[in-house]
């Protein structure tokens, strides 16, 4: 299995950034190879409960001055169902999703605006605010 690039973000603010191999969204725990760890350092244990979100991005650098788009340009149809998100943080997440189950411990959002450096997010339940479905 190929690792997955990701930044994690915890509920408390703290960021970690870097790659994993074993995340699953209904297991409770997974690990992450820091960014600029050697290949002898162990990975980090990380427990999806005390997380915001899993952000499955293309680079870690990111692009602070990209303002994400919030909605779906006409010609665009949804891939899933459009959802809002607001985080416990303030964050307004807007995304498509097709697997959604407050109930669960999480679920996956795929960002609307295909420019963001997020390709997908994993939105930890206890997190989250309010999603609704637009």
Same mark, same amino acid.
Request: glycine share 8%; with cysteine; charged share 20%.
């Given at each position: 299995? @190929?690792?997955?690039?990701? =930044?994690?973000?915890? %509920?408390?603010?703290?960021?970690?950034?870097?790659?994993?191999?074993? $995340?699953?969204?209904?297991?409770?725990? #997974?690990?992450?190879?820091?960014?600029?760890?050697?290949?002898?350092?162990?990975? =980090? /244990? =990380?427990?999806?409960?005390?997380?915001?979100?899993? #952000?499955?991005?293309?680079?870690?650098?990111?692009?602070?001055?990209?303002?994400?788009?919030? %909605?779906?340009?006409?010609?665009?149809?949804? %891939?899933?169902?459009?959802? /809002?998100?607001?985080?416990?943080?303030? @964050?307004?997440?807007?995304?498509?999703?097709?697997?959604?189950?407050?109930?669960?411990?999480? #679920? $996956?959002? #795929?960002?609307?605006?295909?420019?963001?450096?997020?390709?997908?997010?994993?939105?930890?339940?206890?997190? =989250?605010?309010?999603?609704? $479905?637009?």
């Amino acid at each position: 299995m @190929e690792p997955s690039k990701i =930044v994690v973000r915890y %509920q408390n603010g703290k960021i970690l950034k870097g790659y994993t191999k074993n $995340f699953f969204p209904n297991k409770p725990m #997974f690990h992450i190879n820091p960014v600029g760890a050697s290949g002898s350092d162990h990975p =980090v /244990e =990380v427990m999806v409960a005390e997380l915001k979100a899993v #952000f499955y991005v293309r680079d870690f650098a990111g692009n602070a001055e990209h303002v994400e788009r919030k %909605q779906l340009a006409p010609e665009e149809p949804p %891939q899933g169902r459009l959802m /809002e998100v607001a985080c416990l943080d303030g @964050e307004v997440i807007v995304g498509t999703t097709t697997g959604y189950d407050p109930k669960r411990l999480g #679920f $996956f959002l #795929f960002p609307i605006d295909t420019s963001s450096n997020n390709v997908r997010i994993f939105m930890v339940a206890s997190a =989250v605010v309010t999603a609704r $479905f637009l």
